[in-house]
């Protein structure tokens, strides 16, 4: 099965910039991320499809955040800019299960690989 491992968390001024990566062991179709912030639920951020043509994005963060992936890579990438405060999270990214591989869920349960999160840190 695929395995995930996130990177590029820190710490970082609001109004600054981070970009994370999130490197697959082997082609996973769509990838998704998600946060999850201190005594919050976790929540959809954005996803992308096996090739990268399609997006789609929470309302929170439409804007900001840009989703893309490099195929020859195995790797996902969040650029996110104009950072705010709320934006302070744990980032994760996930694979829906290989039989919904070519679908592009936002519902955190549609997804069966994890990595292993990367913290966010956004200071006001």
């Known amino acids: 099965q695929v395995q995930l491992v996130e990177s590029g968390g820190g710490l970082v001024q609001a109004g600054g910039s981070l970009r994370l990566s999130c490197v697959c062991s082997r082609y996973a179709g769509t990838v998704g991320w998600f ?14 499809d096996w090739n990268g043509r399609s ?9 900001r955040f840009t989703i ?14 104009s950072l705010k405060s709320e934006d302070t999270a744990v ?13 592009m869920p936002t519902d955190l349960r549609e997804y069966a690989r994890w990595g292993q999160g990367t913290q966010v840190t956004v200071s006001s």
């Open 35 to 48: 946060r999850q912030a201190p005594g919050k639920e976790r929540e959809f951020v954005a996803n992308i």
């Open 55 to 63: 997006t789609n994005y929470a309302d929170s963060v439409k804007g």
């Open 68 to 81: 893309s992936r490099d195929t020859a890579k195995n790797t996902v990438y969040l650029q996110m800019n």
């Open 91 to 103: 980032y994760f990214c996930a694979a829906p299960a290989p039989g919904r591989a070519g679908t």
